[in-house]
């Protein structure tokens, strides 16, 4: 009985240490535009807000069927919201990439996808 015990405490210790590490590094929270959202007019800027502060690395704007373009030269300052002027877009579908060092050292990709109406 106490070994199950034991074991079941470690259990539970285990996958809260694993829980942890996965929230450690810098993840995505929000966006603007949001993940999947369909546009009636082209955006501007670009906002990416992050669970921690993180150093942007790369950024890409690719349209559907044509080529990725790196956007501005990331700021160079750590920051939990990083804010980017986007180039003028046209209707149709994007796909935004990038790639942002942590607190921790993690490197983390992401990207995400918005549709601009015609």
Excluded: N
């Excluded at 919201?81 to 877009?89: M, R, T």
């Excluded at 983390?108 to 601009?116: D, S, W």
Aim: proline share 8%; hydrophobic share 40%; with cysteine.
């Amino acid at each position: 009985m106490r070994l199950v015990r034991r074991l079941s405490l470690c259990a539970a210790f285990v996958l809260f240490l694993g829980s942890g590490a996965a929230y450690a590094h810098a993840h995505l929270t929000h966006s603007v535009p949001a993940d999947g959202s369909v546009l009636e007019s082209a955006p501007t800027r670009l906002t990416l807000t992050f669970s921690e502060s993180a150093r942007l690395t790369a950024l890409w704007i690719e349209p559907e069927g044509g080529a990725r373009q790196k956007l501005t030269p990331p700021p160079t300052a750590d920051a939990a919201e990083i804010s980017v002027d986007l180039p003028p877009l046209k209707p149709g579908r994007y796909l935004i990439s990038w790639r942002v060092v942590g607190r921790d050292g993690h490197v983390a990709p992401g990207q995400l996808h918005f549709t601009l109406r015609e």
